[in-house]
């Protein structure tokens, strides 16, 4: 254990702040800010693990299941630009957030006068 190897090892594992992984998202809208707020603070506490833009988004999509799974799907298989843009892709991200907020509000609003 007091090997100079392990040190270095020890070392460099205390250093890295520890800070749990992000829960997966699955589309619910009302968990859309939590979810990127854990992935930003996670991201930010190990910037040697996310260098480029595409190393964000892909960790972010790897988060995703169900309809959010489903919304990312197109921009891998398509190699989209978005994910070499991390801000493009968190402003894509927001638009689709909000556009479903409105939708349910609308939805709600409908079934008052049903």
């Known amino acids: ?3 100079p190897i392990n040190q270095i090892y020890l070392a460099a594992f205390m250093s890295q702040a520890s800070v749990s992984m ?5 589309g619910q809208m009302d968990m859309f800010p939590a ?8 991201m930010s506490l190990r910037p040697e693990n996310f260098p480029t833009d595409r190393s964000k988004v892909g960790f972010m999509i790897s988060l995703l299941t ?8 197109p921009l891998l298989v398509q190699d989209s630009p978005l994910l070499n843009d991390f801000q493009g892709f968190l402003q894509q991200m927001r638009v689709i957030n909000k556009m479903s907020i409105l939708d349910e509000d609308v939805t709600a ?3 008052l006068f049903v």
């Open 66 to 73: 169900g309809q959010a799974a489903n919304w990312a799907t």
């Open 1 to 3: 254990l007091s090997s």
């Open 109 to 111: 609003k409908r079934s």
């Open 22 to 26: 992000p829960e997966k998202f699955s």
């Open 35 to 42: 979810f990127l707020g854990q992935c930003q603070l996670f």
